[in-house]
């Protein structure tokens, strides 16, 4: 793929287009579903397509697996992403700095609000047991973490985060039925503007598997962390953004 800005899905034999994807339709399995499927599946642009699987999930409605060829190029050049600007530190050096430059726990408030109950994430990003080989924030020795749970009503989070003088508070919102992840993330971040003077606002950090990471400013908040992120990656965003970034603007 070396020095390749356009590339091709690829199934079978290279650059061949082939996709799969799958959906559901609210109709019982039959002949005239499948038939829908296909339908449903050439209007995305998948031609020809195939049903591969067609299952049907309770009364009245069928899951599909279609497998088929789409004519669209990707173009690497175009693609915008949040690429990581801040050092993977470890927490040895995430510890080391916040003690020799901030001289004070560094003090980190996490829920999940709204009413989300889906603890695990942030679960994973907090508790000392962590995720993926790494553990959690409360592992971090210079790290003061208190996680309020599941949820977590806006006013009561802004009013603990005030009281606990936290320098960053970490939403996690995992269901975005009806978008609600993006309402309650705005409320949050709406809540805290008013609620506190831009020099003292704790850093705003939301996560979850459905982000756009690239929303954060649209949000309101300084970041988004999505599917798959680690502690040590918001460890050592948190130094950056709370420790490093601000001695540097200092000494400027
Ligand atoms: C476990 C689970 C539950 C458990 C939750 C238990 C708990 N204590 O958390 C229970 C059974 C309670 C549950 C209930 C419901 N669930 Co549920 N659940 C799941 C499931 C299977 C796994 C989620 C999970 O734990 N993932 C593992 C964690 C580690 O991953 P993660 O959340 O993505 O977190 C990572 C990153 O996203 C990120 N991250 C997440 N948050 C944050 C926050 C910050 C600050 C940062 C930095 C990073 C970060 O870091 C984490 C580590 O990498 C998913 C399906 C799936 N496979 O994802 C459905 C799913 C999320 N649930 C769903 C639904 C619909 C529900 C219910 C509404 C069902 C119902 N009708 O009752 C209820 C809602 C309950 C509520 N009030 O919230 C849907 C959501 C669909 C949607 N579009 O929103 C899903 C996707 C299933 C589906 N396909 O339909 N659920």
Same mark, same amino acid.
């Given at each position: ?12 034999? &290279?650059?061949?287009? %082939? =996709? @799969? /994807? ?11 579903? +499948? ?14 397509? %195939?049903?591969?699987?067609? #299952?049907? %999930?309770?009364?009245?409605?069928? $899951? ?16 915008? !992403? ?5 050092? /993977?530190?470890?927490?040895? +050096? !995430? ?23 889906? &603890? =695990?994430?942030?679960?994973? *990003?907090?508790? /000392? ?5 790494? #553990?959690?924030? +409360?592992?971090?020795? +210079? ?13 009561? /989070? ?6 606990? #003088?936290?320098?960053?508070?970490? =939403?996690? @919102? ?13 409320? %949050? ?34 970041? *988004? $962390? ?27």
């Amino acid at each position: 793929m070396t020095g390749k800005t356009i590339i091709r899905p690829y199934g079978d034999t &290279t650059g061949d287009g %082939m =996709v @799969q /994807l799958s959906f559901t339709l609210p109709i019982p399995l039959d002949k005239r579903a +499948e038939g829908a499927a296909v339908q449903l599946a050439a209007k995305m642009g998948v031609d020809p397509a %195939m049903v591969v699987h067609a #299952k049907q %999930m309770g009364t009245g409605y069928t $899951f599909f697996v279609v497998y088929g060829r789409v004519h669209h190029l990707v173009d690497l050049s175009a693609v915008q !992403v949040i690429e990581r600007d801040f050092p /993977l530190l470890t927490a040895k +050096e !995430v510890n080391a700095l916040i003690r020799q430059q901030l001289r004070r726990k560094l003090v980190v408030v996490g829920a999940c609000i709204g009413t989300d109950a889906h &603890t =695990v994430g942030i679960d994973a *990003i907090l508790n /000392l047991k962590g995720i993926a080989g790494e #553990k959690g924030l +409360e592992y971090y020795r +210079e790290l003061r973490v208190l996680n309020l749970g599941a949820q977590m009503p806006v006013p009561d /989070l802004v009013e603990r985060a005030r009281a606990e #003088k936290a320098d960053a508070v970490l =939403v996690s @919102q995992v269901v975005t039925q009806r978008d609600a992840h993006l309402h309650n993330v705005r409320e %949050m971040a709406a809540a805290f503007r008013e609620a506190i003077p831009a020099d003292r606002r704790p850093l705003l950090i939301a996560g979850g598997p459905r982000f756009d990471e690239l929303a954060a400013d649209e949000l309101g908040v300084d970041r *988004i $962390f999505g599917r798959g992120t680690t502690p040590r990656e918001v460890a050592s965003y948190l130094v950056y953004a709370l420790v490093t970034a601000r001695a540097a603007r200092r000494a400027a």
